[in-house]
């Protein structure tokens, strides 16, 4: 089964982008395998079985690419990825990429019944998966469940545990002879990868990247990153299976030739440790990472890095000035998502007083997207929506949200409120689906949050809605303190006064907790929070 995947944006445009140099038009093992001839000593990965140069990496991906093929994978099909960081997850995404095959990445640690849910929806025709991975016996599960997806006919089972039976080995698969593997000849307007969404669909909406998106509209992202043009070395604390992770393989490795640090699971010793003795020049993580590292004891003062670049959450001022002067560097917060939108402030940018309203997120980059903003009936600010270069091609198996999310012309239609200022900076103001709707009162959460996050006492901040019988839902704090400080529902609510929140915004529960809860993805668990709220209230 080859899945059809239709580009919403017009070709002209993509053509325009190829023409003038702001995509290479090139697939991305194309990319890749350009660097490996330029520079084969060079380190391609960093993981916790040592390190691979870019000539070692790819004999290795080559090999894989060749088992794929005895396997049946073949150009066009999509192949399930649930590994966790390290390097079978770079060789299963590149190996792919040099089949012409679509990877559909997704965080080891996710559900049997999401995975079932992915791979069915998608059309997968094989499945690279963890044997085991902190428990949770993924290839096991996969075949063992009732109801397999039809068009799935191999699972590959990786790791150093025996495999169970019916599944490849990941070793049999490397044992094929990289001499006899012939790349296929890609058009990089395909599809290349299909990223999963952590949105609030009771199933995660799914989109197809082409590789001109990934290497092209996305790499024109962190090359804004990348003062000196020396290819960087990106430390990973983001799954590389998730959106964020897409910068991984297709942006570091083949656009720019960099070196990927891996950490098999997130925990914030290893990732002090990690660049303290790899001196990453990046740091991809979300904030709740950041904080967990800031609150280790004893820091010692960091090697020189050029940037922590941060996505999935907004990271709020006090924490963001304690990480530039803990980490000596930039911090960058990034505003995108997998549907298709990114935007940033760049190395320069610090947060000012500054009384405008929502949250400054910086110039929009027409060479990763443009961004424009869409009138929205009752509300005083308009919908972002996007479209550029990393604009995916369109949503999997799910052409109800091709309807609801992108227009005619091929935008995005982010469900975000913003502006843009007469500096021409896009203002981040909120986010339609992310309100509590008390009384019949519409209450932005991100709001709430930005208040909250101001309290000397607080380190993070994660607010959500809570079913309540008469006002239909209540609004819940969900809290980690300072090290050492402690709050009451009390103290928090005289703050957010004094900070001039109207009192109808004001938390009605306050969860005190010792660490946020991380989804596989690595964001903040709201679903794990909202059910901690009934037994303390």
Known sequence: MTIQLIDLVPGTLRRAWATDGTCPDLDIYTLFRAHRIAAP????????????????????????AAGLRK????????AGVQVPNGRDAVIADLALA????????????????????????????????????????????????????????????????????????????????????????TDPDTAARILVSSGSEADPKMVAYSHNALAGGRGNFLATLIP?????????????????????????????????????????????????????THVLAVPTMIRMMLDQPGNAPMPPMTALVLGGAELDAATAAEARAVFGCAVVNLYGSADGVNCHGGLAHTPGDDNGPGVVVGPPDPRVTEIRIAPVPGEDFGEIIARGPMTPMCYVG????????????????????????????LRLVGRLKQVVIRGGANISLAEVERAVATHPDVREVVCLGVPDSVMGERLAASVVPRPGRGLTLDQLTDHLTGQGLDRGKHPEHLLLIEEMPLTPAGKPDRDALRALIPRTT
Do not use: K, M
């Not at 849910?117 to 997968?124: F, P």
């Not at 996969?142 to 599944?167: K, M, S």
């Not at 990973?236 to 959106?243: G, I, K, N």
């Not at 891996?262 to 990690?274: C, D, K, N, Q, Y």
């Open 41 to 64: 000593d060079r380190i391609a990965l960093a993981d916790q079985a040592g390190v691979l140069t870019y000539a070692e990496l790819d004999l290795r991906v080559r090999a894989a």
């Open 71 to 78: 396997l049946g994978v073949c150009q066009g099909d999509v």
């Open 98 to 185: 040099a089949l012409g095959a679509i990877a559909l990445p997704f965080p080891a640690g996710r559900s049997v019944t999401e995975a079932l849910s992915l791979l069915g929806r998608s059309g997968a025709r094989a499945a690279v998966v963890a044997t085991e991975h902190r428990g949770a016996a993924h290839a096991r599960d996969l075949l063992a469940a009732a109801h397999r997806p039809p068009a799935l006919r191999t699972v590959i089972a990786v790791g150093p545990q025996e495999p169970p039976p019916g599944c490849v080995p990941w070793s049999e698969v490397l044992s094929a002879d990289p001499c006899a593997f012939v790349p296929a000849r």
């Open 228 to 280: 000196d043009e020396v290819p960087p070395r990106c430390l990973f604390l983001v799954p590389l299976a998730s959106a964020f992770g897409s910068n991984g393989t297709a942006v570091t490795l083949a656009r720019h030739g960099g070196c990927l640090v891996l950490l098999e699971h997130f925990s914030p010793s290893a990732a002090l440790a990690a660049i303290r003795g790899h001196r990453p």
């Open 398 to 425: 799910a052409p109800e949200l091709n309807q609801r999310y992108r227009t005619a012309e091929g935008w995005v239609r982010t469900g975000d409120l913003g502006t843009i200022d007469e500096s021409g900076r």
